[in-house]
């Protein structure tokens, strides 16, 4: 069998085409070919994980008149054409029996004109409210696949629409809270708090989290902190140097091991991404989620309120965040144990740990033509 994934952009679109692809090569020694974004981060992450890479000459709309945003749709608009001409040739050339969208605008003009030659194709979007692509695809696609049952209702076919959930790596589920504590060091009672804003960080949300930790450390530590700063680390420990800052309060530049420190804490406080709320789900973790307000229609926000509405999370936007209010939900939460509780029951019961054998079934039946 030979299957095409096309994805791009994000790493959130990315890695679970890869997860995808390994499976399949892995049960039933598929034939795997990648379709990316001319300069996309694809170019980089799909060669390293071993697979092939075609690219498309493909950009994204700007939503504003500006001179230079009319200049750049103007150049997305000959893109398109120029994409679906070495889409079609990519097609010619790999003749795949399958065709696989994750996300990202290289996945339009592949899924699109595959659809067209009668391939089966099938897309896949982790946010809770698709975008634009993925609304598009959803009219020709035999098959979407979308993390929560609340998504069904934003697709004009929902006959079409399974709920599959967002692949999570198995080191999230190699070790109970426990077991992570234990590997982390933690020999008392008190609880965790792991918070993180995107593996680059964010200034303005980190330098929240500077004026946080002042307060923790002002108030003794009353539990375990654990802070990915991503860029902004140097910055930080900057502008906490000399404070002596209480060992149990530590500052990370990358969190290599988040598997396991996710699975040792209490409570999480993180953006909105697709990706990590899959992950929470996956393991049931209570969150405090502040959205980055920086992102193409406003997709984090759209997923935060999803888990917020099913009890499993507290949102904060950004604009009326502060180190003082995130530390003071931080009490709140940690103070309230049967509050936690029903929050991380919520969490779980959104949550789809198998989902990359759920789209592996999805996939296979619809290769096979069921």
């Not at 890695?15 to 379709?35: D, I, K, M, T």
């Not at 170019?43 to 092939?52: Q, S």
């Not at 964010?202 to 989290?209: I, K, P, T």
Request: with cysteine; aromatic share 6%.
């Amino acid at each position: 069998m030979k299957i095409l994934f096309t994805c791009g952009g994000t790493a959130g679109h990315i890695n679970p085409a890869v997860a995808l692809a390994r499976l399949f090569q892995e049960r039933s020694g598929a034939e795997v070919l990648f379709v990316g974004a001319k300069g996309g981060m694809e170019e980089r992450l799909v060669p390293k994980e071993g697979f092939a890479l075609e690219t498309v000459t493909i950009s994204s709309f700007w939503r504003s008149v500006s001179p230079a945003s009319i200049k750049h749709n103007l150049t997305t608009v000959r893109n398109l054409s120029v994409s679906r001409k070495e889409a079609n040739r990519i097609l010619d050339d790999f003749q795949p029996d399958l065709v696989v969208g994750t996300g990202g605008y290289a996945s339009y003009p592949v899924v699109h004109e595959a659809a067209k030659r009668g391939i089966p194709t099938a897309v896949h979007d982790s946010n809770a409210v698709p975008g634009l692509t993925t609304k598009r695809l959803a009219k020709v696609a035999d098959r979407v696949m979308v993390g929560y049952e609340a998504s069904r209702a934003h697709y004009q076919h929902p006959e079409r629409v399974v709920v599959t959930g967002t692949p999570v790596r198995g080191d999230f589920f190699k070790l109970d809270r426990q077991q992570a504590r234990a590997a982390l060091g933690i020999t008392d009672d008190r609880p965790l708090v792991l918070s993180y804003w995107g593996s680059l960080g964010a200034e303005g949300m980190n330098q929240h989290m500077t004026e946080y930790l002042r307060l923790a450390a002002a108030d003794g530590a009353p539990f375990h902190h654990i802070h990915g700063a991503g860029r902004d680390f140097a910055a930080m420990t900057k502008a906490l140097e000399g404070e002596a800052l209480p060992k149990d309060l530590e500052i990370r530049e990358y969190i290599y091991d988040m598997p396991t420190v996710m699975q040792a804490a209490d409570l999480v406080l993180c953006r909105g991404g697709a990706s990590t709320l899959s992950e929470l789900t996956a393991i049931g973790k209570p969150a405090v989620i502040v959205p980055s307000p920086y992102v193409t229609n406003n997709h984090q926000e759209k997923n935060a309120n999803v888990l917020a509405q099913a009890g499993g999370a507290v949102v904060l936007l950004e604009p009326v965040c502060s180190g003082a209010l995130l530390y003071k939900t931080t009490k709140e939460l940690l103070a309230d144990a049967p509050r936690r509780e029903r929050m991380a029951k919520a969490m779980a019961d959104m949550g789809i740990p198998d989902a990359a054998e759920k789209i592996y079934e999805t996939l296979a039946e619809l290769a096979k033509g069921e």
